[in-house]
């Protein structure tokens, strides 16, 4: 008896561990813009510092890897947009450092939730507004970021 009941335990944990889909951050800008305007889901830019922020390593621990965000996240293109510091700081792509600065990003992490629009068959990038700083809790995130989001 006490066999099955611990095969039934182990077989419900793994069902639910399984459902837990992670979430695959995109990290090209054009690939999350051409996906953006395929799915009309905005882009979130997660300007983030894995190897030197704790506020970013925070986010991305405690919202960002939580289950909430992984089922919230079907509704936008997430993008992590990585500048390390260091000897690996040269391998910033351009179009981050562009992108940053068009969006005035001065400090990490920033996440940026964007639409893309068609202009004259060009994509063009709209604001709608961002959130700054270290976030401890996925659910007042997501609120957040619903809100953000019904504001557009």
Not at 1 to 12: D, G, N, S
Not at 23 to 50: H, M, Q, R, Y
Not at 67 to 72: D, N
């Amino acid at each position: 008896m006490k066999k099955l009941i611990l095969l039934l335990l182990i077989t419900f944990s793994l069902n639910s561990f399984s459902q837990i889909k992670e979430v695959v951050w995109e990290t090209d800008i054009n690939k999350a813009i051409e996906k953006s305007l395929d799915t009309k889901k905005p882009i979130l830019f997660f300007f983030t510092g894995k190897d030197w922020c704790p506020p970013c390593k925070m986010t991305q621990k405690n919202v960002f890897e939580s289950k909430e965000f992984a089922k919230w996240s079907t509704k936008i293109i997430p993008v992590e947009l990585d500048f390390p510091r260091g000897p690996k700081q040269k391998d910033i792509p351009i179009e981050y450092m562009e992108l940053a600065r068009a969006l005035s990003v001065n400090s990490y992490p920033t996440m940026w939730f964007i639409d893309v629009e068609l202009k004259d068959n060009k994509p063009q990038l709209k604001k709608i507004d961002k959130m700054v700083g270290g976030q401890q809790n996925p659910i007042i995130w997501i609120n957040n970021a619903e809100n953000i989001l019904q504001s557009k």
